[in-house]
């Protein structure tokens, strides 16, 4: 298959080059027989390229009107949609600045593709609609990652400030760079800080370079031969602003895979039981996460973490409760109506089973009083406390 595309990439590239060839010239140029050139010329124009053909003794092959006027451009289907989705959504990127070169890019690929290819790029386009992240993602200058990469190949120093996530004053990092490592919506400088003498990980969209860079250094040996890995290993550890330690009640193998690599760190204790290192930029991310487990958990030493599990399982107890009159306080109590005794919280009863136990103790059901008679489209909502 590769050999048929740079084949065919070639073929288009004589066509262009010329007015017309004839099947045994191009056959000569390709080192293939006339007969590859009739198949290779039906592909092409299967792919919508406007191939002509003449007969007789001088007869051959040449592209259509407009086939000569831009550079051939060959993609299948697949890789056209391939380059357009990537495109399209350059215009929601991560990288600030990527939107406008994105749909410049777009408009050039449409008009080089051929018609039925064109057709699909700008269907594609017309009908997507790419959402925005409901999480807000951090977008990195362009200009920066060509810059920190033309570092790694220059093998030159920077100097640069960093900004801190807890608030603190930024630190001025003298850094050796490395390798770039693109994990979902961030970036990520793998470099040897020379003051500390310890490789480090830093995140892109927090780095202010200052100017010069250099000088020139000797390339070290890389930390670990799967940088990708290493990278996913090291980033729990340096860019979280929470983290506890969690006994889980089940097995590690279970729970290993319902937590992503960024957000714990599983380390088996027997087939029952694991210690899990959990991390996350707040501790509500980090409640949520254990939430999703499926399986019973102790926190073991953040008081942070206790706080935050106890209020959401408060909060989602409120949730399940049936439905009662009022609203519900902070410690999941219903509240007494304006007028209803004080001392004492008041529910309805949505079975009517104590109205049938005071019908047969005691002749006709008799009203509470401390209860305000509505119609119960009426009824007060059920309210949930936030935090």
Known sequence: ?????????????????????????????????????????????????????????????R???????????????????????????????????????????????EQVLPSLLRRRVRNLNQYTIPLASARPVPVVDPALLTM????????????????????????????????????????????????ADAWQIYEVDRIRPRTPTGPRFTGRELPAEDVAGYVARRVPET?????????VHASARDIEGRFASAEAAVEPVDDRSCTVRLGAESVNAMALALGRLGADFTVTDSAALTAEVRTLAERYARAAAPNVTGSAGPEGLTQPEPGAGAD????????????????????????????????????????????
């Open 148 to 195: 920190l990469v033309g570092l790694c190949h220059a093998r030159e120093r920077i100097r640069f400030r960093y900004l801190e996530l807890t608030g603190e004053p930024e630190t001025t990092c003298d850094v050796e760079p490395y390798r770039l490592v693109n994990r979902g919506h961030r970036w990520y400088l793998l470099g040897f800080e020379v003051e």
């Open 63 to 109: 592209l259509g009107a407009g086939g000569a006027s831009l550079p051939p451009l060959l993609l299948d289907a697949e890789e056209a949609v391939a380059v357009a989705v990537g495109l399209r959504t350059g215009v929601n990127c991560i990288i600030g600045g990527m939107e406008e070169t994105s749909v410049r890019a777009l408009v050039k690929l």
């Open 239 to 247: 860019m979280w602003r929470h983290e506890a330690t969690v006994t």
């Open 1 to 61: 298959m590769a050999q048929t595309a740079t084949r065919l990439l070639s073929l288009l590239s004589l066509l262009q080059s010329r007015r017309s060839w004839t099947a045994v010239q191009l056959a000569d140029r390709l080192q293939v027989s006339t007969r590859t050139v009739r198949n290779d010329v039906g592909r092409l124009r299967e792919l919508g390229y406007a191939v002509e053909a003449t007969r007789g003794s001088v007869g051959g092959y």
């Open 344 to 387: 004492h919280p008041v529910a309805v009863d949505p079975s009517g089973k104590g109205d049938q136990e005071r019908q047969r103790g005691h002749g006709e059901p008799q009203r509470d009083q401390r209860l305000p008679q509505r119609h119960p489209a009426h009824r007060e909502p059920h309210r949930h406390q936030g935090r």
